[in-house]
Each structure stands twice: as C-alpha cells, then as structure tokens.
C-alpha cells in the first residue's frame, strides 16, 4: 500500500445511540421545499414536481451538541429536520425495497446563511455558499431502525428560546423516504455511510448569537442546541 502524501483527512463519524460503535459518514444530501407549506412560505408553488437536492460535505455534520454561527451571514436561518442514515446502498432502488438501506435517523439542522443562498438564487448560482459552510448541519444521535422503527409520521418542531417556530408532520413530506432514497439512486450510486436531509418544515426564520433552539421529533426524543 503506497504511503499518504499528506495526513491522511480523519474519517467523519457520528454518535449511535446506546452504542460505543459510531456511524461513519461518506455523503450528505439534501432535498429541497419538501414540505408543502414550507415551499409556499419560500415563495414557490407546492404542486409534485421532481425532487431536487443539493448536498452538504460530511465534515458539516456536527455532533457537538452546539451551533456555531459562521462568519460571511447577518441572516442564519434554522431548519429542523430529519436525518436519514443508510447501511448499504446501490443504484435504481426501487421504492419497495428503499428502506431496507436504512440503518437509522437523527434529528438534525440545516442551518442556512439565507442571505448568502438568497444572492445565488437570484444569480442561477450553486447553493453551497450558503449551505455547505462548516458546522452547518447540527445532528443528534443516531437511532437505529432495530430501535426506533421507521419513521413516517409523527411530530417534528423547533423552539427558540421556548417560543415554537416551526411544527410539521413527517406524514407531511412531500416525497417520503423510500422515494427520496429511490430517487437519489437513480442519479448516484448510494453507499453505506450516504446521510439524507429529509427536508424541512414550515416557519424557518433567523437566529443570533445566544439563542437556544430546542428541537424533536416523535420517536428520536429532543435535544437542545444553543447558537455559540
Ligand atoms: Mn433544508
């Protein structure tokens, strides 16, 4: 085996609840507007069209337990979502077979410099400038199917400071996971390690520096994540 040129990037992992062992992350994808009253509230029109996804870097994905806000934004907008975990993948999965490449979910954040993802719109413009910045995706830990099943309905919100924000249904995606799973494989060969944020639902807004976001899903519990 020939030597590293450089050191050797460290491998990216995440916490598996009740476990010592943890998840090693290879890709994260994102979808988009995929909760109809959040497409509205972005100004655009809910009907089914075609999914569409962006991605984030592995090293993104933070664990910490806080947010850090980042330099380059005056306007970070909070996202909760659900994170989808898979332990195996391949190309044109289909649907019926989707979530038997699940290995478990996460509660999560897609944080957003708005503000930065705003001008690129605008521009025609990738989004990463303002999505894939480092530490913008907060995550908990991770809860295998074997323990919690899979998740297809139940509550998922977010509170700043107590004060609710954003409360949606999982029933509520507009694509569900099997089919996100299914979709993205027709368009890249998914592999254990891939991470998929599930979307986000209505009443994204802004955080500043001292806030505390409390966020939970009905079946992964809660957490807290202070802005740092
Ligand atoms: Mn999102």
Redesign the pocket.
């Known amino acids: 085996m020939p030597a590293y040129a450089i050191a050797l990037p460290p491998v990216v992992t995440l916490p598996v609840a009740g476990s010592s062992a943890v998840f090693p992350v290879r890709r994260v994808y994102?979808?988009?507007r995929?909760y109809a009253a959040h497409a509205i509230e972005m100004g655009h029109d809910p009907d089914r069209e075609a999914p569409f996804f962006f991605q984030k870097n592995p090293n993104n994905l933070d664990a910490s337990g806080e947010f850090v806000y980042p330099e380059k934004s005056t306007d970070v907008h909070h996202?909760v979502?659900m994170a989808v975990m898979l332990q195996s993948g391949g190309c044109n999965i289909p649907v019926s077979k989707a979530l038997s490449h699940v290995f478990g979910y996460a509660l999560s954040l897609?944080m957003?410099r708005r503000d930065l993802q705003g001008e690129q719109k605008k521009l025609g413009r990738p989004w990463e400038i303002g999505k894939a910045f480092e530490r913008s995706a907060p995550v908990g830990p991770i809860h295998t199917v074997e323990q919690v099943g899979h998740l297809a309905q139940g509550r998922i919100e977010l509170s700043i400071n107590g004060a609710l924000k954003q409360q949606g249904d999982l029933n509520q995606m507009i694509w569900k996971v099997p089919e996100m799973i299914s979709y993205l494989s027709d368009y890249f060969k998914l592999a254990a390690g891939d991470v998929i944020?599930s979307?986000?639902p209505a009443g994204v807004g802004p955080v500043v520096k001292g806030d505390v976001m409390d966020i939970a899903l009905d079946g992964l519990g809660a957490m807290t994540i202070p802005v740092t």
Request: glycine content about 18%; overall charge negative; aromatic content about 0%.
């Open positions: 994102c979808i988009g995929n996202e979502e897609d957003t944020l979307g986000t």
